[in-house]
């Protein structure tokens, strides 16, 4: 226990607190970036303030005010999954919209044991719980809003629609849509790259949820949240660390991840970049 603090959640908990402060410096200190977001500040703390920016001043909206399907100053909160607004408030079952996803690696393992003699039982029904769960919270929206499809039609004032995988990685080229098109390009190709690797190092389940995961989001017609969505892609993340058993990862990991960090804070912390 003593070395899983040390090695674990010390390091955690100052890398934190190091963000932390290079959002208040930012904030503080560098012109803010204000036209995609009409609630700038909710409180008159800054800690809190950093800390609410892009959708999770969304995610306050609906947990104060309830869904919405916008305004001409403010875009719909339907595209937005309920469980962080209603943690704020009571308790849900939903995470995000790529949670269905995990109905592929359920599915896949229950397969495997039933090829492998298992018989299915009624704990087979739980390979349907991430489906249920979404086909719930669309019909809540559509008896909060009349249209059945409502969580999906809202991400069209996200700039997201039903596209080819190809079509969102195409467009990282017009300057018109991403400024900064490296800071999307970057982590779409160590992701891709881990995922690709992921089907050798891990159970064809584990393989599979990233596998889908990944072109789903590629298939939105846009990448700009994308380095936030592959948050989501957690079993890439043990080939990753994977790779620190090599001397230069492991020494060059550290320094690199940590500026980096800091600057996608700052920028973060100024309205100039979702994550």
């Known amino acids: 226990m003593a ?3 040390r090695e674990v959640v010390a390091p955690s908990a100052l890398t934190r607190a190091l963000l932390l402060a290079v959002a208040l410096l930012a ?9 995609y977001c009409a609630e700038r500040d909710p409180s008159s703390i800054p800690v809190l303030n950093v800390l609410t920016r892009w959708d999770a ?10 869904y919405s399907a916008g305004t001409a100053d403010t875009p719909p909160t339907t595209a937005y999954s309920p469980l ?6 009571v308790l849900a079952a939903l995470a995000r919209p790529f949670g269905v996803l995990l109905i592929v690696p359920l599915a896949i393992e229950r397969w495997r044991a039933h090829r492998g003699g298992q018989r299915l039982g009624p704990d087979a029904l739980a390979v349907a719980a991430p ?3 979404f086909a719930g919270w669309q019909a809540y929206l559509y008896a909060v809003t009349g249209d059945p499809l409502r969580a999906l039609t809202a991400q069209e004032a996200y700039l997201r629609r039903p596209t080819a995988p190809w079509e969102a990685v195409a467009a990282l080229f017009d300057q018109r849509a991403y400024g900064e098109p490296w800071s999307v ?4 190709g160590l992701i891709a790259a881990l995922v690709v690797v992921s089907w050798r190092a891990l159970s064809p389940s584990l393989a599979a949820y990233p596998t889908a995961t990944l072109v789903l989001a590629r298939s939105t ?12 892609i957690l079993p890439a993340f043990p080939v990753l660390g994977a790779a620190g058993r090599h001397r230069g990862v492991h020494y060059a990991y550290p320094p690199v991840a940590t500026l980096l960090a800091a600057l996608f804070t ?8 979702v994550a």
């Open 3 to 5: 070395a899983a603090l």
């Open 27 to 35: 904030a503080a200190t560098l012109p803010h970036q204000t036209k």
């Open 57 to 66: 001043v969304a995610y306050l909206w609906i947990a104060r005010d309830g």
């Open 131 to 133: 489906a249920l769960a």
């Open 84 to 89: 962080l607004p209603a943690l704020m408030r």
């Open 266 to 273: 700052a920028k973060h912390a100024t309205w100039r970049w």
């Open 221 to 232: 017609g846009t990448l700009l949240s994308f380095p936030r969505y592959a948050l989501a």
């Open 185 to 188: 390009l970057a982590p779409l």
